[in-house]
């Protein structure tokens, strides 16, 4: 679709208890977009609910990656030629349209990745490694993707400073009321997902970077999940680091970011030594280029940032705010759906609760697994086991659950499909569904 | 839509919901081992015990698993009941090949039992410390049984870990030398993944 051609006024949502929704986004039409969809699964029309682990591409990312390969392609800030020249311009030109979709005109502020983990590792064992010790404590939660969990562990273990997790409200959610609890003057560093891969639902960023800053903590928001559903403006969370992947966001796979505030970036140490990231190399030793090519040692994944950009630019062409609302929507309305089949337990607040794109839940009977396995019989791509979140999991006393994401691509019909395919699932083990 | 009628046969739908042998095994003699499959967050204990002909005597599983996982270890413990170690561990060997052998386009399920029979006894790089598996007679080797009714999990290649976790758990409680039964509890903890490393039983 032609995003200039959109409607920029987007419909009225439906309230929740409207029996008839209208999608913001016309999710046939964007469908068209992405060639994976029109190729048929089992036989089945491809109901893909999955994006939460990786979503799909459009034409619009495919052709500027294509594009760039079979036209512009060199190393990049090395050459003199017009190639090299061609694609510093492009990957550069990628930096400074991330910073604008992150509200900031701060070029100098975004550092290319692989990926979130990526990220997450590099302010763990540049910053953290550099500013703590023992006594000093990191603040997760429990209900971190283990990307957000695992680095900090490795940290702690490192550097002798105690790792301490944020309470969770029985329904896996943050306890706030238990901040206070856990958020001392020994705090330096408050790391926590913008929004739940498991749960959808989002972290009260704002007063958590209050209570954080006031005691003088970083916070580094794993915006994984957030991006790809909505506005993002690192300005306006106050937050210090924010990470996250081109590829659940309608980008490639092996491309992420992460944004900083320049004034940390440029007292950070390297993470990793390379080329690009020096100065000047001796045999007796080297000094370290600006942030952000200090953090960007060695070729960097070039074709991937165009593609990242490209996402940008077709994602704002949507409109941001109609994908909350689309998303919200869908999620909502999946949510609400499921929450009514017998036997069916939501992860997370109840049904009605606001969800970004994403909702987990158990059957009784029935293992997430064959659950998967029968519904993608039917042509239905979900999320079967922990989604990376196993201390979640074992705070709700689930083994697995099964996970539904959805993206711009999806539609109610999506919904009925999941529904109908539950139903199947519960029949098939005699459940009486 | 594709078939599940092979994956989801009703012997393994009847097992999964009414799993034989679950429960706990006690007492001093009883071999045990926790399996974990990280990947789906599947686990299981097997338990068993093992009498002066080194015949398994008594076997009981518990554990948190999808249907293919539970039925398997419920197929298993009716399998290996009675058998030597020696034998279980074939038998283990021959469900494994079964498994996880790539089928010629077209191949039947018989097609593939019949010639993983024939390679019943090649034994797996991984297999180390189990003299028994090589010394196992290859006419000894026990049919499948009712085990053939798991064999729909070949064509669903993610879930064949699902099949062989109770079997690999069950290697894992088994002795390694069979001749030199000794009494002991093995346990593989399960419960520190937060450490740096998560046990894993299932290396397929």
Same mark, same amino acid.
């Not at chain 1, 562990?153 to 896996?172: K, Y």
């Not at chain 2, 499959?37 to 518990?62: H, K, S």
């Given at each position: 679709m032609n995003p200039s051609t959109l409607d920029l006024n987007p419909p009225p949502v439906a309230d929740p208890g409207s029996p008839v929704l209208t999608e913001p986004l016309d999710g046939a039409v964007v469908r068209a977009d992405f060639p994976i969809l029109a190729h048929e699964q089992n036989g089945q029309r491809l109901?893909?609910?999955?994006?939460?682990?990786?979503?799909?591409?459009?034409?619009?990312?495919?052709?500027?990656?294509?594009?760039?390969?079979?036209?512009?392609?060199?190393?990049?800030?090395?050459?003199?030629?017009?190639?090299?020249?061609?694609?510093?311009?492009?990957?550069?030109?990628?930096?400074?349209?991330?910073?604008?979709?992150?509200?900031?005109?701060?070029?100098?502020?975004?550092?290319?990745?692989?990926?979130?983990?990526? &990220?997450?590792?590099?302010?763990?064992?540049?910053?953290?490694?550099? %500013?703590? +010790?023992?006594?000093?404590?990191?603040? !997760? /939660?429990?209900?971190?993707?283990?990307?957000?969990?695992v680095p900090w562990?490795?940290?702690?273990?490192?550097?002798?400073?105690?790792?301490?997790?944020?309470?969770?409200?029985?329904?896996?959610t943050l306890d706030l009321d238990a901040l206070p609890t856990v958020l001392d003057d020994r705090v330096r560093f408050v790391t926590m997902a913008h929004v739940s891969n498991t749960l959808g639902v989002t972290n009260p960023v704002a007063e958590v970077v209050a209570?954080?800053?006031?005691?003088?903590?970083?916070?580094?928001?794993?915006?994984?999940?957030?991006?790809?559903?909505?506005?993002?403006?690192?300005?306006?969370?106050?937050?210090?680091f924010l990470a996250f992947s081109g590829h659940k966001?309608?980008?490639?796979?092996?491309?992420?970011?992460?944004? &900083?505030?320049?004034?940390?970036?440029?007292?950070?140490?390297?993470? %990793?030594? +390379?080329?690009?990231?020096?100065?000047? !190399? /001796?045999?007796?030793?080297?000094?370290?280029?600006?942030?952000?090519y200090r953090f960007e040692a060695g070729t960097p994944p070039i074709a991937q940032a165009v593609g990242l950009a490209a996402a940008v630019d077709y994602m704002q062409g949507l409109g941001m705010d109609r994908i909350a609302t689309h998303h919200r929507l869908l999620a909502g309305d999946a949510a609400r759906r499921l929450d009514a089949l017998p036997g069916l337990r939501l992860l997370g607040p109840a049904a009605d609760a606001a969800r970004e794109g994403v909702v987990s839940f158990t059957v009784d009977g029935l293992h997430a697994h064959d659950l998967a396995t029968i519904l993608d019989a039917r042509g239905i791509a979900v999320r079967a086991g922990h989604h990376c979140t196993m201390p979640l999991h074992d705070h709700l006393g689930v083994a697995a659950s099964t996970r539904a994401s959805f993206a711009v691509y999806n539609t109610l019909e999506d919904i009925d499909d999941l529904v109908e395919g539950v139903k199947h699932a519960q029949a098939m083990f005699g459940l009486n569904a | 839509m594709s078939d599940l009628s092979d994956l989801y046969q009703e012997v393994v739908v009847e097992h999964a919901r009414s799993p034989r042998n679950a429960g706990v095994l006690e007492g001093e003699g009883v071999l045990?081992?926790?399996?974990?499959?990280?990947?789906?967050?599947?686990?299981?204990?097997?338990?068993?015990?093992?009498?002066?002909?080194?015949?398994?005597?008594?076997?009981?599983?518990?554990?948190?698993?999808?249907?293919?996982?539970?039925?398997?270890?419920?197929?298993?413990?009716?399998?290996?009941?009675?058998?030597?170690?020696?034998?279980?561990?074939?038998?283990?060997?021959?469900?494994?090949?079964?498994?996880?052998?790539?089928?010629?386009?077209?191949?039947?399920?018989?097609?593939?039992?019949?010639?993983?029979?024939?390679?019943?006894?090649?034994?797996?790089?991984?297999?180390?410390?189990?003299?028994?598996?090589?010394?196992?007679?290859?006419?000894?080797?026990p049919p499948l049984g009712m085990l053939e009714a798991l064999v729909g999990v070949r064509a669903y290649p993610m879930r064949v870990?699902?099949?062989t976790l109770a079997w690999h758990t069950l290697r894992a409680a088994l002795p390694d030398e069979p001749a030199a039964v000794a009494p002991t509890t093995r346990t593989v903890p399960v419960s520190g993944r937060a450490a740096d490393s998560v046990p894993v039983v299932s290396t397929e």
């Open positions: 109901v893909y609910l999955d994006s939460a682990a990786s979503s799909q591409r459009p034409n619009a990312v495919l052709d500027a990656m294509r594009r760039y390969e079979t036209h512009s392609h060199a190393n990049v800030h090395r050459g003199v030629h017009r190639l090299a020249a061609e694609a510093t311009d492009l990957y550069e030109r990628a930096r400074t349209r991330v910073a604008a979709f992150l509200g900031t005109d701060d070029r100098r502020e975004v550092v290319f990745t692989s990926g979130t983990t990526a &990220a997450i590792n590099l302010v763990a064992g540049s910053w953290g490694q550099d %500013q703590l +010790g023992p006594g000093d404590v990191i603040l !997760v /939660t429990p209900m971190e993707h283990h990307s957000n969990l562990q490795l940290l702690s273990r490192r550097t002798g400073s105690e790792l301490r997790a944020i309470p969770l409200l029985p329904d896996g209570a954080a800053h006031a005691v003088g903590a970083k916070v580094l928001l794993d915006a994984a999940q957030s991006v790809p559903h909505g506005p993002v403006d690192v300005r306006g969370l106050d937050v210090d966001m309608l980008g490639p796979t092996g491309i992420g970011v992460l944004w &900083a505030r320049h004034e940390l970036l440029e007292a950070m140490p390297p993470w %990793q030594g +390379g080329g690009e990231m020096i100065r000047r !190399v /001796t045999m007796e030793g080297s000094t370290w280029n600006d942030a952000p | 045990r081992a926790d399996g974990d499959n990280p990947l789906c967050g599947d686990r299981i204990t097997v338990m068993l015990e093992i009498d002066a002909e080194e015949r398994i005597r008594e076997i009981r599983f518990t554990g948190d698993g999808c249907a293919i996982s539970t039925a398997s270890a419920s197929l298993m413990t009716e399998a290996v009941t009675g058998l030597g170690v020696a034998d279980a561990l074939a038998l283990f060997a021959r469900f494994r090949e079964v498994m996880t052998t790539d089928a010629d386009p077209g191949a039947t399920s018989a097609d593939v039992l019949n010639t993983a029979a024939r390679d019943a006894t090649v034994v797996d790089g991984a297999d180390v410390g189990h003299a028994g598996v090589e010394s196992a007679d290859p006419d000894s080797v870990k699902c099949a």
